[in-house]
């Protein structure tokens, strides 16, 4: 079953720890992305990477931090420097079948910090 | 600076009535324009994109250059429309996807 894979789906975080958020991806697309959905602001991306070993930020990436190591995978840390972690995060991959910029999305991560 | 704006947090209509999310955006190059819905416990995906011209669920949107708008219309809402909708922006071809704040369409029976 194709698709991207977001784990975990909650998390709860003490103030002042960093937290990694999981993304995982078998549509073979090159492209990836992770965005913050918070009520009334829509989605705001935080980075993306259009190919492997390289990444670009977003327009909130104050806080955050990402790798893509492999293909597959492109991994959130949300940091102790982010001022306002609590929020909903979503990931999405682009590219292949689903048509050029067209993006598929995860099921998300909610994100609380204690 | 790029930017798409929705004006509507909510908006309720009565089933059958004719609907109308409005998108305005603001980027000086050649925009690729889409639609993207979140339905209940389910997760976002595209509805439709301005370059295929087509209609899906009953939806249509016309982008209009002068007015700078890709509004989502459907001249008989149901209620299994009821949803969280999101008009988005493509700039930097292949790049960067930004997202307006999201209007929630909301029909009543």
């Known amino acids: 079953d194709g698709g991207i894979t977001q784990s975990p789906k909650y998390l709860f975080r003490k103030e002042g720890q960093n937290v990694t958020l999981s993304c995982e991806q078998n549509l073979n697309h090159d492209a990836m992305y992770w965005y913050r959905q918070d009520p009334g602001q829509g989605l705001r991306l935080i980075y993306y990477s259009q190919i492997v070993n390289d990444f670009q930020k977003g327009d909130i990436a104050e806080g955050y931090s990402v790798s893509r190591e492999k293909k597959e995978s492109f991994p959130l840390t949300v940091t102790s420097a982010q001022k306002n972690p609590t929020a909903f995060y979503l990931c999405a991959s682009q590219g292949g079948r689903t048509g050029a910029n067209v993006l598929t999305f995860g099921a998300g991560s909610r994100l609380t910090v204690l | 600076a790029q930017r798409v704006t929705q004006p509507e947090k909510l908006l309720s209509v009565f089933k059958g009535a004719p609907v109308e999310l409005k998108c305005n955006y603001s980027?000086?190059?050649?925009?690729?324009l889409f639609w993207y819905v979140q339905y209940s416990r389910q997760r976002l995906q595209l509805l439709l994109r301005h370059i295929s011209r087509e209609s899906i669920k009953g939806f249509t949107a016309d982008l209009n250059k002068g007015e700078t708008s890709f509004h989502l219309k459907k001249p008989f809402a149901q209620e299994e429309d009821s949803a969280m909708y999101y008009c988005a922006l493509l700039y930097n071809q292949g790049g960067k996807l930004i997202f307006g704040q999201g209007t929630e369409l909301s029909v009543k029976p």
């Open positions: 980027y000086s190059g050649s925009p690729e």
